[in-house]
């Protein structure tokens, strides 16, 4: 399978390039600094210079020709304000699928969060900053524009709070209604709910989906728990 992950060079989107390379896949990593291929070409990853926020979907295209699947995992990052949340976290996973539809990629990965049912529905919990809200915004709006596209067989993961624990490869999974309610089962919380999980089981899951079709249509729920990620899977799939 060959891969193209928007926010290559950011902490998930490297774990996530050496996850799929060492599965024996084909990665291609977008990134926006010539300072950052090296990175990315030592774990054997091949580079593409793209910037989400300059770059037309025409351009982002002819980028993804040869793909099987993209994944978005970039992120304005740390710092950033609430402009850069929507210009990156919103609209960069827009343009993506703008270009992916373009390029006939059909299998579209969402790396969104937990938290953005609070903000599809305005119920702002009161720990949430004004940052962290904007981002949540942001994410919500970008997986209601990515459910809107029949031409692309899309999966969003919503992981919990990230931490940089070596990963343990055990997971929970849950999947969300479709109406952007909330995870089946007990274990969701009001509010945000963000309990955590590591970047590295992040990178896990998103490998799994990637090669799991079953996934395509699916909301899922992300945390860390006391199942290995295929069996977690599995469970929700069965």
Excluded: C, N
């Excluded at 994410?139 to 692309?152: G, H, I, N, S, V």
Aim: without cysteine; negative net charge; charged residues 30%.
């Amino acid at each position: 399978m060959r891969t193209v992950i928007a926010g290559g060079h950011g902490q998930v989107g490297r774990r996530l390039a050496r996850t799929l390379v060492e599965r024996g896949d084909d990665v291609v990593a977008f990134v926006r600094s010539a300072s950052q291929i090296t990175d990315l070409t030592e774990i054997g990853a091949h580079v593409a210079l793209v910037d989400l926020e300059e770059d037309d979907a025409v351009a982002v295209s002819f980028e993804l020709d040869g793909a099987d699947a993209v994944v978005f995992a970039a992120g304005a990052g740390p710092g950033s304000g609430a402009e850069r949340k929507d210009t990156v976290d919103r609209a960069g996973a827009a343009l993506l699928a703008d270009a992916a539809e373009r390029a006939g990629v059909e299998r579209y990965v969402l790396l969104s969060s937990r938290g953005t049912e609070a903000a599809r529905s305005d119920e702002r919990p009161d720990e949430i900053d004004d940052t962290f809200w904007a981002y949540l915004r942001a994410k919500a709006a970008a997986e209601d524009d990515l459910r809107a596209r029949d031409a692309l067989r899309w999966t969003v993961v919503r992981p919990g709070r990230l931490t940089d624990e070596p990963g343990v490869g055990l997971v929970a999974l849950a999947p969300v209604e479709d109406d952007g309610g909330r995870p089946r089962g007990k274990r969701r919380k009001a509010g945000a709910g963000r309990e955590e999980v590591t970047r590295d089981d992040v990178a896990l899951v998103i490998a799994a989906v990637l090669h799991e079709p079953r996934t395509a249509g699916l909301v899922i729920d992300l945390v860390g728990g006391d199942r290995p990620v295929d069996e977690a899977l599995d469970g929700i799939l069965s």
